[in-house]
């Protein structure tokens, strides 16, 4: 019996890698948690994005409701997550994290949660 013969790599929809984890298979529920935990921890304010186009040249996402300052807890950036991707599940899905210890908004952690379609082309 032979072993079947895997999807060449051009059958596959290109793989977008933007931000920390994009080359790691996609991230659990569990492991989101632990990273919105992580940010949570240092005190960054938290936004969830997403878009219907995720080319690496297209950096302006649109904002799922506002950033999410003081947060002491990761399930209200995990609600927002997952809310987001069930409103919005042919688009990519992103977490923003931003930190503003040195006097201005410098992003510290960004990552892809939920990966929609391509775009053709």
């Known amino acids: 019996m032979t072993a079947p013969t895997p999807p060449s790599p051009a059958a596959l929809p290109p793989r977008i890698t933007q931000g920390a984890f994009s080359y790691l298979p996609d991230l659990t529920d569990e492991e989101i948690t632990a990273q919105l935990a ?8 938290v936004a969830v994005e997403h878009t219907g186009d ?8 649109e904002m799922y409701g506002m950033p999410m300052f003081d947060l002491d807890d990761p399930a209200p950036a995990l609600k927002a997550v997952l809310a987001c991707r069930a409103e919005h599940p042919a688009d990519h899905v992103r977490v ?18 939920h990966r929609g379609t391509y775009p053709a082309g």
């Open 38 to 45: 992580y940010a949570t921890d240092r005190g960054y304010a």
């Open 54 to 61: 995720p080319r690496p040249r297209n950096t302006f996402w």
């Open 96 to 113: 923003t994290a931003y930190d503003s210890r040195l006097g201005r908004q410098s992003t510290a952690l960004s990552f892809i949660v």
